[in-house]
């Protein structure tokens, strides 16, 4: 059994993200940040770093948007959450998620000139390609929450960054980026600035 621990806008949209796009059957936790439930020791026994997301598989934890992402895009094939099984394609996606934890997502802690040229690096990296990889796949999820999280915090003011706009509006084309953005703005966003 699936059960994701998430807190509405937060990194754990993405694997909220990719639970509806594979299908999965899941058990959604909610948690307040602002009320800070990630420091209740129930949830501390579970992921001592304090963090959402946090995946329990049968109970056993898997923490990190990456490798969650990873996980479901094998655990669910069906849902083509990753183009091929191919070494070099899986490398692409890890190199992209990789890029997204740790040169999109700590940008934010340095200021809007650090945003800004941590999306501009995405801007050239994504291209003209549509997706990330060419076609969609568990990158352009995680590519997508960072964005979106831009756009919601509007600094610099997303207007900057034309291909990841039209790579957002391709997101939100998807029914399963919709509906999760449905579920988690319905329990209430609690994002600090
Ligand atoms: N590197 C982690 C980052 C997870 C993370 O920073 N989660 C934030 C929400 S976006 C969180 O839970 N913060 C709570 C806290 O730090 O107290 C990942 O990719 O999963």
Redesign the pocket.
């Known amino acids: 059994m699936l059960a994701l621990y998430f ?1 509405p806008g ?2 754990s949209m993405a694997v909220h993200i990719a639970l509806h796009e594979a299908g999965a059957a899941f058990d959604a936790r909610p948690i307040s ?1 602002a009320r800070q439930e ?1 420091r209740d020791a129930a949830f501390l026994a579970l992921n001592p770093e ?4 946090l995946l329990l598989i049968d109970n056993r934890p898997l ?4 490798a969650i992402l990873f996980y479901l895009a094998r655990r669910f094939p069906d849902a083509r959450l990753l183009p091929s099984t191919d070494v070099e394609t899986e490398a692409q996606a890890l190199s992209w998620m990789s890029f997204v ?1 740790s040169t999109l ?1 700590p940008a934010r802690r340095l200021g809007p000139e650090a945003v800004r040229a941590a999306f501009d690096q995405a801007e050239t990296r994504l291209g003209t390609r549509d997706w990330a990889l060419g076609v969609f796949s568990i990158a352009d999820i995680h590519l997508f929450r960072l964005y979106w999280r831009l756009v919601n915090s509007r600094q610099p003011p997303p207007v900057a960054f034309p291909r990841l706009a039209a790579h957002a509006e391709r997101m939100m084309a998807r029914p399963a980026v919709r509906h999760t953005i449905a579920i988690e703005r319905a329990i209430g966003y609690e994002l600090p600035n």
């Open positions: 807190a937060a990194s940040l990630q304090g963090k959402v997301p923490t990190e948007v990456a934890a997502h």
